[in-house]
Each structure stands twice: as structure tokens, then as C-alpha cells.
């Protein structure tokens, strides 16, 4: 049975800043990853503030969302199947440090607030995540 599902990706401004967007998304289409839509945007830290909520009572909250408004950001949708899971194995660790050769957070990830990429860590999430970036 398909189990073909969409979840949503930010590549952070740390990796926007040193012009890897072209080639994280080469290794999203590399892994099967269908780039549904996608948008260049820089948003306001009020807005990374909706986007992080869950993550309010963390003592890196106020940092994060600086950082995610400091600069342009991709964000995309993507498709494909168990594309939550396989999109969290292709990012690594959240901290590049400890994240698996091969995977885009130690590739490209600088630090655990720089580390380029983002995903969705759930279906629910993903849903919730992508209305936040593209509902009409
Ligand atoms: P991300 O997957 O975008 O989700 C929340 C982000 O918080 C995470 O990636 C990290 O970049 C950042 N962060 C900063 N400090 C921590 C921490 N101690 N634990 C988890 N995430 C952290």
C-alpha cells in the first residue's frame, strides 16, 4: 500500500547565507523527494515565534526565533513516501556534531542552532507546518 506523504523543510538562513540551497535540495531530489512547492521568504520574528511555539518554555526559544527571522530561509514542501521519516533521516541529529556521515545536518550544519535544515517531526506537525508557510 502507497504511503506517500508530505512534510515540510526550511533550509535555515545559515545555509541560505553560504548559497547551499541549490544543492540541499539536488540531495532532497536525490533521495526521492518530490519538491511540491517552494518559496524564498525572510519572515518576522513574531512569525518564527507562531512557527517555534512548542518550543516556548525551551531556554533557546528566544535565540532560535532571532536566528530563523535573521535572514532569507527556503521553505518547501515535500512529497514523498513516509516522507516524515525519511525526510528526519536525511537531516542527521539535530546537532550536527552527532549527526550520521552522510546526512545534510553534518554535511552542512555549522552548530545545533545553525544546523541548515529543518523538517517536520511528525505527521500532525507536517500538516500543521505546512498551512503555516502556504494556506491561502
Ligand atoms: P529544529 O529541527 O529546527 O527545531 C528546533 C531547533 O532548535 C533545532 O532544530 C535547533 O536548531 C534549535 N536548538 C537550539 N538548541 C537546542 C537544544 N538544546 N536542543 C534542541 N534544539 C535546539
Known amino acids: 500500500m502507497s504511503n506517500v506523504k508530505q512534510t515540510l523543510s526550511i533550509i535555515k538562513p545559515d545555509a541560505v547565507e553560504r548559497n547551499l540551497d541549490g544543492q540541499i535540495k539536488e540531495e532532497f531530489l536525490n533521495n526521492g523527494f518530490k519538491i511540491i512547492q517552494e518559496k524564498k521568504i525572510q519572515i518576522e520574528k513574531q512569525e518564527a515565534e507562531k512557527f517555534y511555539k512548542v518550543h516556548e518554555t ?79
Open 58 to 136: 525551551k531556554p533557546f526559544y528566544n535565540d532560535l526565533c532571532s536566528y530563523l527571522s535573521s535572514g532569507p530561509i527556503v521553505v518547501m514542501i515535500l512529497e514523498r513516501e513516509n516522507a516524515i521519516i525519511a525526510n528526519r533521516e536525511l537531516m542527521g541529529s539535530t546537532n550536527p556534531k552527532e549527526a550520521a556521515e552522510g546526512t545534510l545536518r553534518k554535511k552542512f550544519g555549522i552548530s545545533i542552532d545553525k544546523n541548515s535544515v529543518h523538517g517536520s517531526d511528525s505527521e500532525e506537525n507536517a500538516r500543521i507546518e505546512i498551512d503555516f508557510f502556504f494556506k491561502s
